[in-house]
């Protein structure tokens, strides 16, 4: 399996200026396609920078992300977006899907800025919402919809652009052990049958026993990396 | 999908936006009908000036203007007025005796200007008869006949049928003095006017000043006023010995009031929407603040900049625009009432007299003013948005998605 990630001495200082704060220090990965892996650690350790630093959302103070053999800490802003848009799905802890949207437009919205055909948008929302359990509920507005779907809905919606890869930042945080379980075992299934690779965060334990491979974070240093 | 998640955007804070909707209708509904009230206004001023005084067009002697002697007569006036007569772009063509002089009654005396008229031909130009108050204008089987201003009859404590005496120099430069009857007094629009202005019968001037069949104006007034200047330009080709001057020219401050009066209402405009368009930058502010984890996750999954500021500006042009047709409604409805009653401001009729405009003002909406409004209000909202916009594309997505 190749690798769809891969970080080189990857840090992260706060106020470098002042008080520095290594939210991240010096962290060397690389995560394979098809992975299932579980980022844990105490609040505070540096998973959601390092999450955010993967995923091209935060610029890294020092070192090299290569995804899919790209530098993205070397690309402007704007690319960096559409870089987005066609390798990297997000799960937020807080849902975040676009309150305004019903379930299958904020799935659609993805494949809109790809600017995917409409048949082939409507076709590939239907597949995902059936997929995550939520074919009735796809004209249902967040504020309709239970925390638990409305993640379910949210993962849909990173699967839509079909990305290389899926990053997951406390992804059942939010969630009761029922839906959280159920969210598991959607992304479980995602993952086997469909070859998706999913790099999550979490100090669940329920949850990082799921993780195939399960990095430790404490004070922004890898500190374990064990593979089950 | 852009503009759908603007519209529904806009429906998130239901109060607020129709607070922003309201205040847009409230302030184009304020311009607009200040717009149609002073061109109500205006309209009346240059018909006062044009119908009761002026009329479109006004031919003298190239010399009379400077001191209006009696020898700057038209040359064969009665000859010319009688051709002028005949053609049928004019409404009506009358000639007149002017002069100075003095009135005279038992209580006090005053200067003023006598116009020796046809009175048939004269109510074709001048709508002075339409005014008359007390009496008549002129009867026909009496003579020596005069008509007064309410405010002339007023200061010389005139009362219908009494007796003045107009003293005036004759065209031998004799002093020369006539009795004459009250026939008639009217109050027009214009105060000053009817303070300054007396009519006789012309032949009865022409007696008393010795100019035979002479006349020193012939006023004109157009079936198509607005073909005033072009008319007037075609008849001093016609007739290069005399001076054609159309009412802009006459009275250049009601010309340039009523050329003026278009820029006037562009700029009151304006500053009503300048004032519109802080309330709209700062309604788009508590938006995009409000909603910056949402711009945070838009510009995660693949939302681009450009994208993101169409959106915003989308948002603040169609909250803007939707308060357009509710305040042309509002404005439309009304105008069309106002103006179909008038508006009363008698309690200043006698400051608003002073400038030729009547108690009741008739407020007239010039539709040809609509579409430069409803493109004004646009560019105001897309000024507006800039701002917001602006704010949006600072969020770094790492931080904004985690805002609570």
């Not at chain 1, 790809?114 to 082939?120: G, I, Y």
């Not at chain 2, 007037?232 to 159309?246: E, F, T």
């Amino acid at each position: 399996m190749s690798n769809v990630i891969e970080t080189i001495h990857l840090t992260k200082v706060y106020n470098p200026e002042t008080i520095p704060v290594y939210a991240v220090n010096d962290v060397s990965l690389q995560i394979a396609e098809g992975e299932f892996t579980a980022l844990v650690g105490p609040s505070g350790s540096g998973k959601t920078t390092l999450l955010n630093l993967i995923g091209g959302l935060d610029n890294p103070t020092e070192g090299t992300i290569r995804i899919s053999g790209v530098d993205i800490t070397t690309i402007s802003e704007n690319k960096l977006i559409d870089f987005r848009l066609q390798h990297i799905g997000f799960v937020f802890q807080s849902y975040n899907l676009i309150p305004v949207l019903t379930a299958a437009e904020n799935v659609e919205l993805v494949m809109l800025l790809q600017q995917k055909t409409k048949k082939e948008r409507e076709l590939r929302t239907k597949e995902l919402l059936e997929e995550v359990g939520l074919a009735d509920k796809m004209h249902c507005r967040p504020s309709e919809l239970s925390g638990g779907q409305q993640q379910r809905v949210a993962v849909a919606r990173a699967l839509a652009s079909k990305p290389r890869f899926i990053l997951a930042d406390e992804p059942t945080a939010n969630l009761d052990s029922k839906s959280a379980e159920n969210l598991l075992e959607i992304m479980e299934r995602l993952n086997k049958e469909e070859q998706v690779t999913f790099i999550f965060s979490t100090h669940d334990p329920r949850v990082i026993e799921k993780g195939k491979r399960v990095i430790t974070l404490v004070d922004g240093k890898i500190v374990s990396d064990t593979q089950s | 999908m852009l503009f759908k998640i603007a519209w529904r955007n806009i429906w998130r804070n239901k109060t607020r936006s129709i607070v922003v909707i309201a205040a847009v209708a409230a302030g184009l509904f304020a311009g607009m009908f200040m717009m149609a009230f002073f061109g109500g206004v205006v309209k009346q001023e240059v018909e006062t000036a044009v119908q009761t005084q002026l009329a479109h067009i006004q031919i003298h002697h190239p010399l009379f203007p400077e001191d209006k002697g009696l020898d700057y007569a038209i040359p064969n006036g009665m000859v010319l007025l009688q051709q002028l007569q005949t053609n049928p772009v004019y409404k009506g063509v009358s000639g007149r005796v002017i002069t100075t002089g003095m009135i005279s009654s038992a209580a006090d005396a005053a200067g003023v200007e006598i116009q020796g008229i046809d009175p048939e031909t004269e109510q074709s130009v001048s709508n002075v008869f339409s005014f008359i108050k007390e009496g008549a204008y002129f009867t026909a089987d009496k003579k020596n006949e005069i008509v007064v201003g309410q405010k002339l009859a007023d200061k010389l404590r005139l009362i219908l049928h009494g007796k003045v005496v107009l003293t005036v120099l004759d065209r031998d430069g004799n002093l020369t003095a006539g009795s004459f009857r009250i026939a008639g007094i009217f109050r027009s629009n214009y105060s000053t006017f009817d303070a300054s202005t007396v009519f006789i019968r012309r032949e009865e001037s022409a007696a008393l000043l010795h100019t035979g069949d002479q006349i020193h104006e012939i006023a004109l007034l157009l079936k198509n006023g607005d073909q005033s200047d072009q008319q007037a330009r075609q008849l001093a080709k016609q007739y290069p010995g005399l001076l054609v001057q159309s009412w802009k020219v006459l009275s250049p401050e009601m010309a340039m009031l009523s050329s003026m009066f278009d820029q006037i209402m562009y700029i009151i405009i304006g500053i009503i929407l300048l004032a519109l368009m802080f309330g709209i930058i700062n309604t788009m502010l508590m938006a995009v603040l409000e909603r910056q984890r949402e711009f945070g996750v838009m510009m995660a999954i693949g939302m681009n900049k450009a994208r993101i500021f169409l959106m915003i500006v989308l948002e603040t042009v169609l909250l803007t625009c939707a308060g357009i047709p509710l305040g042309i409604l509002f404005t439309i409805t009304a105008v069309e009432y106002s103006h179909r009653y008038g508006i009363d401001l008698s309690g200043f009729s006698k400051g608003l007299s002073q400038y030729g405009i009547g108690n009741l003002i008739y407020p007239e909406l010039q539709t040809n003013m609509l579409l430069p409004i409803i493109a004004m209000t646009a560019i105001t909202a897309l000024l507006a948005s800039l701002y917001p916009a602006k704010i949006a594309l600072k969020y770094k997505p790492a931080t904004a998605i985690h805002k609570m």
